[in-house]
Antibody, heavy 118, light 107 residues
Framework: EVQLVESGGGLVQPGRSLKLSCAASGFTFSNYGMAWVCQAPTKGLEWVAS????????YYRDSVKGRFTISRDNAKNTLYLQMDSLRSEDTATYYCARLGRGYYFDYWGQGVMVTVSS | NIVLTQSPATLSVTPGESVSLSCRAS??????IHWYQQKSNESPRLLIKYASQSISGIPSRFSGSGSGTDFTLSINRVESEDFSIYYCQQSYSSLYTFGSGTKLEIK
């Protein structure tokens, strides 16, 4: 059974940093691209960043480029999102998602809440 | 960036009715559109990939169609468990985008 379990969320002050983790199990992690998708309270889904199987290719939405870094450790079956220079508008639930054979999100984690507030 | 416009924002229906939800892309994206369902306080679930391809475990009452810029998610005879929010997502560009969602509610 595919499982994606996020951790690392919480309350953080504007301008500070936070690192999210996503532990994957139930599939060969190194064979799949991965992504982070966020959802602000009462809002819709927004793609945040994606990473290729080996980590050599990364993509970001404009609003987080230069502030967030997506990475992965295939030996540990773990996906990461380093979030720097956090802003109040980054407040959201962050989902880890697997990119299926193609470019759709076929499995999702339960989500982790990030609140940026002073 | 490719913008996806979903309509209507809210759709009020009676269980047993059949419905169609629309997703329009700002440029032609072939069939690179995928549909998700999100129930309240749950993670999204993939319903349809590449406009019309079915997903294992998803009820057959869900179907998709379209190509180019206009796409449709159809639900044949809506059931009570189907009342939730539906999103489309494009993968034509590596900078993925989602539509703003259509909320399906009970009339």
């Amino acid at each position: 059974e595919v499982q994606l379990v996020e951790s690392g969320g919480g309350l953080v002050q504007p301008g500070r940093s936070l690192k999210l983790s996503c532990a994957a199990s139930g599939f060969t992690f190194s064979n799949y691209g991965m992504a982070w998708v966020c959802q602000a309270p009462t809002k819709g889904l927004e793609w945040v960043a994606s990473i290729s199987t080996g980590g050599g290719n990364t993509y970001y939405r404009d609003s987080v480029k230069g502030r967030f870094t997506i990475s992965r450790d295939n030996a540990k079956n773990t996906l990461y999102l380093q979030m720097d220079s956090l802003r109040s508008e980054d407040t959201a639930t962050y989902y880890c998602a697997r990119l299926g054979r193609g470019y759709y999100f076929d499995y999702w984690g339960q989500g982790v809440m990030v609140t940026v507030s002073s | 960036n490719i913008v996806l416009t979903q309509s209507p924002a809210t759709l009020s229906v009676t269980p047993g009715e059949s419905v169609s939800l629309s997703c329009r892309a700002s440029q032609s994206i072939s069939t690179s559109i995928h549909w998700y369902q999100q129930k309240s306080n749950e993670s999204p679930r993939l319903l349809i990939k590449y406009a019309s391809q079915s997903i294992s475990g998803i009820p057959s009452r869900f179907s998709g169609s379209g190509s180019g810029t206009d796409f449709t998610l159809s639900i044949n005879r809506v059931e009570s468990e189907d009342f939730s929010i539906y999103y489309c997502q494009q993968s034509y560009s590596s900078l993925y985008t989602f539509g703003s969602g259509t909320k399906l509610e009970i009339k």
